[in-house]
T-cell receptor, first 112, second 117 residues
C-alpha cells in the first residue's frame, strides 16, 4: 500500500469554482501534512502546512485534516487558470530522522 | 526561505558514465535531501545528506550508485554512477529550514534534468 495516495486526475473545474483535492495516508504516526504546487517544468513550492485536526485557511486555500480518518484535503476557492498545476500531498514522518513522503500528485486544470 | 541553486541544470550523458550534481544554499540549513522525479511521477526520496557523516539512504537506493557528500551546512553533491537510461530523471535538492531553526517545510532547488542515452 502506498504511504500517501492521491487521485491522479486530471481534475477539471471552471474558473471561479471550488477545486477540491483529496489525499489519504497510511502511517498513523504522521504528524505534519503539506500541500505543494508544481507547475510543469518547475520545482514544487509549498502552499499550505497543517498539523492539527480541523481547517486552516490562507487566502483562497483551505487545508483540512482528519487524523482519525487519515485524510487531508485542499480546497481552492475562486479557482483561476493560474492555479492549473499538479498538487502534491506530502506527509512528514519521524523515522530515524524526519523525512517527507510525497503522493503522486493530482493534476488540476482550471478552464477560463 | 533559502535560495537554492543546482548545477548543472541539465545534461545528456552516455551510459556507463557518472555525473555529479551540486547543490548550493545561500544560508546554513539543518537538513538537505536528494529526490528523484521521473517523467509524470512524484518525488522519490533518494537520501538525506548528513553534514560530516555518511548519507542516510532510502530503500532501493545505495551508496555505490548514488554517492553523496555534504562537507558543510550550505553545500551537497549527488553523483549518479554508472548511468543507464533508467536513470533519466529530474534530480532535486531540497533543504529544511535554517541552522538552529529546523523546519519541516521543504524548499526545492530548480532541479537537474538528466537524460542518459
Amino acid at each position: 500500500q502506498k504511504e500517501v495516495e492521491q487521485n491522479s486526475g486530471p481534475l477539471s473545474v471552471p474558473e471561479g469554482a471550488i477545486a477540491s483535492l483529496n489525499c489519504t495516508y497510511s502511517d498513523r504516526v504522521s504528524q505534519s501534512f503539506f500541500w505543494y504546487r508544481q507547475y510543469s517544468g518547475k520545482s514544487p513550492e509549498l502552499i499550505m502546512s497543517i498539523y492539527s485536526n480541523g481547517d486552516k485557511e490562507d487566502g483562497r486555500f483551505t487545508a483540512q485534516l482528519n487524523k482519525a480518518s487519515q485524510y487531508v484535503s485542499l480546497l481552492i476557492r475562486d479557482s483561476q487558470p493560474s492555479d492549473s498545476a499538479t498538487y502534491l500531498c506530502a506527509v512528514g514522518i519521524q523515522s530515524g530522522g524526519f523525512k517527507t513522503i510525497f503522493g503522486a500528485g493530482t493534476r488540476l486544470f482550471v478552464k477560463a | 526561505s533559502a535560495v537554492i541553486s543546482q548545477k548543472p541544470s541539465r545534461d545528456i550523458c552516455q551510459r556507463g558514465t557518472s555525473l555529479t550534481i551540486q547543490c548550493q544554499v545561500d544560508s546554513q540549513v539543518t537538513m538537505m535531501f536528494w529526490y528523484r522525479q521521473q517523467p509524470g511521477q512524484s518525488l522519490t526520496l533518494i537520501a538525506t545528506a548528513n553534514q560530516g557523516s555518511e548519507a542516510t539512504y532510502e530503500s532501493g537506493f545505495v551508496i555505490d550508485k548514488f554517492p553523496i557528500s555534504r562537507p558543510n551546512l550550505t553545500f551537497s553533491t549527488l553523483t549518479v554512477s554508472n548511468m543507464s537510461p533508467e536513470d533519466s530523471s529530474i534530480y532535486l535538492c531540497s533543504v529544511d529550514g535554517t541552522s538552529g531553526r529546523a523546519s519541516e517545510t521543504q524548499y526545492f532547488g530548480p532541479g537537474t534534468r538528466l537524460l542518459v542515452l
